[in-house]
């Protein structure tokens, strides 16, 4: 029989295929509070895939299929979590897990946190530890300029204060 005369709902199967989350090969270290976000987010992914567990709406399909993916990757993302804790750092200079405060070129203040991949909000001042930001703070000390190449100029930035959050 041709397809053309089997009557199914086309919508039925529109948007099963999730494709996956792309995981980072890039080391994965983690703040104790982004190894305690990673471990929440498993716990409401799996409590979300129960409530689901008995519906069979294609809706509900599609959902528990996203939910699954999630619970993919941030288990690998646990599973490959390299924990740093802010209080080994050596106080003096910026690294993984440091707060900085900074001055720039244009009399502006700014606090950066670093973290890790999955942990970044710029929203939050959390930036990446892969961030070009980071990257050029990273082994500072205070007082020391570094260049932020901000879109569309660079403004010249200098750490007046690094200190890291006791958990």
């Not at 041709?2 to 090969?25: C, M, Q, T, W, Y």
């Not at 929440?40 to 993916?69: C, F, H, M, P």
């Amino acid at each position: 029989m041709s397809r053309a005369f089997v009557k199914e709902n086309d919508l039925e199967h529109a948007g099963i295929d999730i494709p996956e989350r792309p995981v980072s090969n890039e080391t994965n270290y983690v703040t104790p509070n982004g190894f305690k976000e990673l471990q929440d987010k498993l716990n409401s992914l799996n409590s979300e895939r129960q409530s689901l567990k008995e519906l069979e709406s294609s809706n509900s399909k599609q959902k528990k299929l996203r939910i699954e993916r999630d619970l993919r990757y941030f288990s690998s993302r646990l599973k490959s979590a390299i924990l740093v804790y802010p209080f080994n750092q050596d106080k003096n200079i910026v690294l993984f897990s440091a707060i900085v405060k900074v001055l720039s070129s244009k009399n502006k203040k700014y606090k950066f946190e670093i973290v890790g991949e999955d942990e970044a909000n710029i929203k939050l001042s959390k930036i990446s530890y892969l961030s070009p930001l980071a990257k050029s703070l990273i082994g500072s000390r205070i007082e020391d300029e570094v260049i932020w190449n901000k879109s569309p100029e660079q403004e010249i930035l200098t750490i007046t204060n690094i200190y890291y959050r006791i958990q």
